[in-house]
């Protein structure tokens, strides 16, 4: 049982490049997550996903996409990077469970991270 | 979401009670208090989370007050390893979208 993987843990680009992140969940879990984190910040949602197929915006979804084709993967997209999307992403899961007609999403668990630098 | 406030930064003395202050004024009766920690710049860690009643589970537990404007987690015994970014988080489990984190209380456990 892996968790929550990431796909790489470092990368170099230069502006203008694009990229795509790969998160992997191997806890069969609906609910994932892409976050931001800026140098002594906190973490900033950017996009995530109720289940396959579906995506949703955070609170700092511009510059990014997501897709979501496959429940164990979630991947994020740089189309033309910038120096100001520079950071450390991480990618997140939780369970769902419901109670009549409301589903609740639970505990996140985090993946290790990936660093990224854009030139 | 309610919006919540930690202080910055925090130390205890290695083998004392750490004691972390969470203020969360505008919390609403749906919402949940989560507390994550950050170890390095390793992805976040999940320590606890509850509604209104008091947790303990073996990492740690969660006092939150009778009108759940603030809580405090508590960490028993703290060790040098327990050194991090302390994160308290309210939000509404139904809602995936609010999960954004704040910046956090650094924990310094000195020897």
């Known amino acids: 049982n892996a968790g929550v993987t990431q796909t790489p843990k470092f990368r170099v680009l230069k502006t203008g490049q694009s990229m795509t992140l790969l998160c992997a969940q191997d806890m069969n879990h609906e609910y994932m997550y892409w976050y931001r984190q800026d140098p002594g910040m906190g973490l900033r949602l950017i996009h995530y996903s109720v289940g396959e197929g579906t995506t949703a915006k955070g609170e700092v979804p511009d510059g990014y996409n997501v897709s979501r084709l496959k429940k164990q993967n979630f991947l994020l997209g740089l189309e033309s990077a910038a120096p100001s999307q520079t950071s450390v992403y991480f990618c997140?899961?939780?369970?769902?469970?419901?109670?009549?007609?409301?589903?609740?999403?639970?505990?996140?668990?985090f993946g290790p991270g990936t660093r990224l630098t854009v030139l | 979401d309610a919006k919540t406030t930690q202080p910055t930064s925090m130390d205890c003395a290695e083998g004392r009670a750490a004691n972390l202050p969470c203020n969360h004024s505008?919390?609403?009766?749906?919402?949940?208090v989560y507390w994550y920690r950050q170890i390095h710049s390793q992805g976040p860690q999940y320590i606890i989370h509850?509604?209104?009643n008091n947790e303990t589970n073996e990492m740690a537990s969660l006092i939150i007050t009778e009108d759940r404007k603030s809580s405090t987690l508590i960490l028993p015994h703290a060790t040098l390893r327990d050194t991090a970014v302390y994160y308290c988080?309210?939000?509404?489990?139904?809602?995936?979208?609010?999960?954004?984190f704040g910046d956090g209380t650094t924990l310094t456990v000195k020897p």
């Open positions: 509850g509604l209104k």
């Open positions: 997140a899961s939780s369970y769902s469970r419901t109670s009549g007609r409301a589903r609740f999403a639970d505990t996140q668990y």
């Open positions: 988080i309210v939000r509404v489990s139904t809602n995936a979208g609010k999960s954004t």
């Open positions: 505008t919390i609403s009766g749906n919402e949940y």
